[in-house]
């Protein structure tokens, strides 16, 4: 008869094709104050272990003071998540330097940072090095300081996170970012410039930096397929140069940039929501491709500065040979009946 442990050998899935079940993480060998440390985890179906670095920081708190390095206990609130890890909850009001440690006073990791949690003004701020979320108004009108960046191994920014902040004139959104939130940059009025990491996955921007903002420049990652509703309206771009991963453009995506005066490489486009380009006066260099097949009401009401043909009291924009083009305005008895298939209103 076979061994209980030959017979739990053959059951085990092989490490290379299981879907792993990973439990908790535990440490190896402990971070201290000024020492770095390793924590490990294993997988119950295979047995599989993962080891990662863990940065120092870990006191070892007496009392209201780290009996090993002398340094005083935070006077953050943190919640854990129960598995070793955290979020800071309530900072309260700040001024001047600002860091926010690795762990909390019980030992747990700090991974997030929850909404509301900050407020004040900044000086300077120091990220946990293993910090991946920044939850909703984290630091909603906050003054940041100038040198202001968002940490490595980032991946989510909550809504509104940093509505309103002062002093941010640029934004690199590190590669490992996945989602940002609804008017994560909303009302950011020094802001002039955004950049994001090389291999950035981000299928859609959403309505993040909208809203009376002076961004005047952007570079879109490759991997954008859709640019959300409002996501670049009432800004100050003056130029747009797509991807030509993005197919679709939503409503009011560029509402009111009364200084954008050129959108290039548009080949890839096969949808335009309504109102995307409403009120962009100084539009005079568009090319939409023959892949398009959808554009939405009023896509271009108030491009002024755009040549349209003119038939039966409307002015539309044709489009070459797709049967596809746009009633930029006219009167509403307007018919359709009879036009030629380069100036039909698409439906």
């Not at 201290?32 to 985890?41: A, D, I, K, L, N």
């Not at 991974?111 to 900044?122: E, V």
Request: glycine residues 10%; aromatic residues 8%; negative net charge.
């Amino acid at each position: 008869t076979e061994s209980e442990s030959e017979t739990e050998t053959e059951t085990k899935p092989d490490p290379e094709s299981c879907a792993h079940t990973f439990g908790n993480w535990q440490f190896a060998a402990v971070p201290t104050c000024t020492e770095t440390g390793v924590r490990t985890r294993e997988c119950s179906l295979c047995g599989k272990t993962e080891d990662e670095d863990m940065p120092a920081g870990l006191h070892t708190f007496d009392g209201r003071a780290c009996s090993v390095c002398g340094e005083s206990m935070t006077g953050m609130e943190f919640t854990s998540y129960g598995d070793g890890t955290c979020c800071v909850k309530d900072a309260g009001r700040v001024r001047g330097d600002m860091v926010i440690p690795n762990y909390s006073p019980e030992g747990d990791l700090v991974i997030a940072i929850g909404k509301n949690a900050f407020s004040g003004s900044f000086d300077s701020l120091v990220w946990p090095e293993k910090l991946t979320s920044i939850g909703e108004m984290a630091f909603s009108e906050c003054n940041l300081p100038e040198g202001f960046a968002l940490p490595d191994g980032l991946t989510s920014i909550g809504k509104s996170a940093f509505a309103y902040c002062r002093r941010i004139t640029k934004i690199h959104i590190p590669a490992s970012v996945t989602e940002i939130g609804q008017n994560a940059f909303e009302g950011v009025t020094t802001l002039t410039e955004i950049t994001f990491g090389e291999g950035i996955q981000l299928p859609t921007i959403p309505a993040c930096f909208a809203v009376n903002t002076p961004l005047a420049a952007i570079t879109l990652p490759d991997s954008v397929t859709t640019i959300g509703s409002t996501a670049f309206a009432h800004t100050a771009l003056k130029e747009l140069r797509l991807p030509y991963s993005v197919t679709k453009i939503e409503s009011m995506a560029f509402a009111d940039c009364t200084q954008l005066a050129a959108v290039q490489n548009t080949a890839g486009l096969t949808h335009i929501g309504p109102e995307a380009f409403t009120e962009c006066s100084s539009l005079s260099e568009l090319s939409l491709s023959d892949g398009l097949t959808h554009i939405g009401y009023h896509a271009f009401r108030g491009c002024s500065s755009l040549s349209y043909t003119e038939y039966d009291g409307g002015y539309y924009l044709a489009i070459g040979e797709n049967p596809y083009a746009i009633l930029a305005f006219g009167r509403k008895d307007v018919t359709i009946a009879g036009l030629h298939k380069d100036v039909c209103i698409a439906v």
